[in-house]
């Protein structure tokens, strides 16, 4: 090559190249950076948990498309024709794989708002109830009570109502008990108040009551109403101690919890 060519081609290309390599470094520079940022936010905030590497991806190569078009405009490239073909191909592949990028976005809207954390005891829509193993990708990892496997895609969750039941520390129960017509409500009332200030679990300052619900068939029913610190116990084991108290105090009280019964009147057809 001739000098005097490659003086013209160095007066063409050559700021142009310089240009370009400047860009690249500036855009390694942030793409380093933003990934840095990414994993501090992940792990200082316990978000993005199972889908740090998917996110840093597609940040990643968000940031580089973006400095390709930058460089190929600095050698007059026109780009518009290019993102204009990419965005009806995008359109095509996007109706595709709809149902995947809106549970990759679900994804991340569930981990940056994160109405749920692993081990929390979580109902969705009314229909999906058990514990939380991790959001995924695609889908976050469940299992029921009785230790099924749940694999919920995200969009599902993120569209519908959830209920966290581990949000809270302290949760309010109700129980209904039914005691003989015939028993001395006051003495009913004074043996259940006692029940519930000795059944350990339940929390004193929170304001349990008592409260008359109704005339059965059989007996005559309340509803005990009291609040359990489920961050120490667990709701099953104070039920179940509640109701053995009440079992064993009623006996002691000589009250009865009556079976169910009926009573039958009958007519007599035979002449006066």
């Known amino acids: 090559m001739k000098t005097v060519d490659l003086v013209s081609w160095f007066s063409q290309y050559g700021i142009k190249i310089i240009l370009s390599v ?22 200082k905030t316990g978000k993005l948990k199972g889908m740090l590497t998917t996110t840093k991806m597609l940040v990643s190569t968000f940031i580089y498309l973006i400095a390709l078009a930058v460089v190929l405009s600095v050698f007059g490239v026109n ?11 995008g359109i095509i592949v996007g109706i595709a794989i709809q149902d995947v990028i809106a549970n990759f976005g679900a994804g991340i809207m569930l981990a940056f708002i994160r109405p749920f954390n692993e081990g929390d005891a979580i109902e969705i829509g009314g229909s999906i109830t058990g514990v939380v193993d991790g959001i995924s990708v695609m889908s976050t990892l ?28 302290e949760r309010r129960f109700d129980i209904s008990v039914g005691v003989d017509y015939s028993a001395d409500l006051n003495a009913v009332l004074r043996t259940l108040n006692d029940v519930i200030k000795k059944t350990e679990g339940i929390i004193q300052e929170r304001g349990n009551s008592i409260i008359f619900d109704g005339f059965g068939d ?23 101690n509640l109701a ?16 169910p019964q009926m009573d039958v009147h009958m007519k007599s057809n035979t002449p006066a």
């Not at 053995?244 to 079976?259: G, R």
């Open 22 to 43: 400047i860009i690249v470094a500036i855009t390694w520079l942030i793409v380093r950076l933003t990934m840095r940022a990414i994993e501090r936010f992940g792990k």
């Open 142 to 169: 469940m299992h029921t009570f009785d230790n099924k496997r749940l694999i919920v895609p995200n969009r599902q969750v993120w569209n519908k109502v959830i209920v966290n039941y581990s949000h809270f520390k």
């Open 79 to 89: 780009v518009l024709p290019l993102v204009t073909g990419l965005g009806a191909g």
């Open 244 to 259: 053995l108290n009440i079992k064993k105090q009623f006996d002691e009280n000589d009250i009865n919890i009556p079976f």
């Open 218 to 240: 059989s007996s005559v029913n309340f509803l005990l109403r009291f609040w359990v610190d489920v961050g120490k116990y667990s709701f099953l084991d104070v039920k179940t």
